[in-house]
């Protein structure tokens, strides 16, 4: 790429984005904004769009639009609004790069958007290919679209498999793919004591500091059953080749088993920025403002097998992987109204998983070969899903 890496950074506002924008920072002679999106935090997109002044910024709505151009009067940035602008931004002719960073199914539409550009993605999304992982992936080789995953376990399997690998692991002397997991907060807590868990214990992850809804994903696993699906479409790996470790200091980010025995894996520091600096400056390295590893501050590494009974979401996601279709979308769409009942307080933590369970029941199985397939399984666990909290509530 001759000149300067040109972004689009979807989510500008969350967590990842704010990462993003740190490594960008450091980088001035590498990398120029062009577009910057966020939904409710305009504070924080106002500060971005002054400090980076990018040609365009997205926000949700018209009337948040109009206070972010008036707050952004003189940057020079033209304040867009809505889905169609978010798409827009994703796949303009003077962006390289998109950073998807959206939380949830609302970043199916600008990361599809992205990919169908053929830009190179750098995937934070998850969800977006847990949704839509065939249509998402068909798209990828169609456009022969450059997608190198942020994801911490993801990137570092990335890092561990050979710089030739073309989606055939076997053909690479792969036998397994292995996906660390800290355990989260509730690692130890017993089991019967998670009833009483608030959002507020949830979100405070013992090393990662992250949006609310992921951290509560990683709290009842189901962030790493999200992670063995994306795996599943990024490495095209079979549910039997997918096996998920927890090691609770966070150091290994994930590995790769080889047939002769030998095991390849990512360490550093639990920074965010490691991924996305690796993913940004791909295939030279970048500083990314992360601290050097320090293995004999860190002494000793754990493993242990994860517990079904105390992560029943983590089942969940492999028997939404395993029966295919549209499972996935339910099983995404599912969680997402459940964690946010959870986060409002109008949900007990172990019910998360009763009713991503009861929804994967009550929808009929049906393919997602296409988008509308896609959307309307979405839709479909959604329904179910808000269906039975109204129920709960009625009782
Ligand atoms: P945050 O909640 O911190 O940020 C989410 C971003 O999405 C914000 O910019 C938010 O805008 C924007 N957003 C929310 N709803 C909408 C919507 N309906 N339309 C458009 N934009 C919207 O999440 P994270 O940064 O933690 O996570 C982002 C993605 O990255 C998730 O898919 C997550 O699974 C994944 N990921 C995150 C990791 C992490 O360490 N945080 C690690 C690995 C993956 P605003 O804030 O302005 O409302
Ligand atoms: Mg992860």
């Known amino acids: 790429m001759t000149g300067r890496q040109r972004l689009a950074i979807l989510g500008a506002t969350g967590s990842i984005g704010l990462s993003t924008l740190d490594v960008v920072a450091r980088h001035p002679e590498r990398f120029e904004v062009v577009a910057l999106t966020g939904h409710r935090r305009l504070d924080i997109l106002a500060a971005q769009c002054r400090r980076h002044r990018p040609r365009y910024a997205v926000v949700g709505d018209s009337a948040d639009a109009k206070r972010l151009g008036e707050a952004l009067a003189g940057v020079g940035t033209e304040v867009l609004a809505g889905v169609a602008a978010l798409e827009g931004v994703a796949a303009l002719p ?88 800290s355990g989260g907060p ?31 994903d990683s709290a009842t696993m189901m962030n790493k059953g999200l992670e063995v699906i994306e795996a599943r479409w990024l490495f095209n790996a079979m549910p039997d080749q997918i096996e998920v470790v927890i090691h609770p200091e966070s150091v290994i980010h994930s590995l790769v088993q080889y047939v002769d025995g030998s095991v390849l894996a990512q360490l550093g520091n639990p920074d965010m920025r490691t991924p996305i600096a690796h993913a940004l400056a791909y295939p030279e390295r970048i500083d990314a403002g992360v601290a050097p590893l320090d293995l004999f501050e860190i002494g000793r590494l754990n493993f242990e097998r994860p517990d079904l009974r105390r992560f029943p979401c983590l089942s969940l996601a492999f028997q939404a992987l395993r029966a295919g279709g549209n499972a996935p979308a339910v099983l995404n769409a599912a969680n997402e109204v459940a964690v946010e009942a959870f986060l409002e307080g109008r949900l007990a933590y172990p019910d998360i998983a009763q009713v991503i369970a009861a929804s994967l029941d009550a929808v009929p199985a049906a393919a997602t070969d296409t988008l509308e397939a896609v959307l309307a399984a979405d839709r479909a666990g959604r329904e179910a899903a808000l269906g039975m909290l109204l129920a709960r509530h009625a009782s």
């Open 94 to 181: 003077e962006v390289d790069t998109v950073m998807a960073a959206i939380v949830g199914a609302a970043g199916l539409s600008p990361t599809l958007a992205a990919v169908r550009a053929g830009k190179k993605v750098l995937l934070a999304n998850k969800e977006a290919l847990v949704m839509a992982g065939a249509v998402f992936m068909a798209e990828v080789s169609r456009r022969g679209t450059p997608l190198l995953p942020i994801d911490s376990e993801h990137n570092a399997v990335f890092q561990s498999l050979p710089r030739a690998f073309d989606g055939n692991l076997a053909a690479c002397g792969v036998r397994k793919v292995l996906l660390t997991a």
């Open 186 to 216: 509730f690692r130890a807590t017993p089991i019967e004591a998670l009833a009483e868990v608030t959002p507020e214990q949830a979100c405070a992850h013992p090393n990662w500091v992250m949006g609310r809804k992921i951290s509560v």
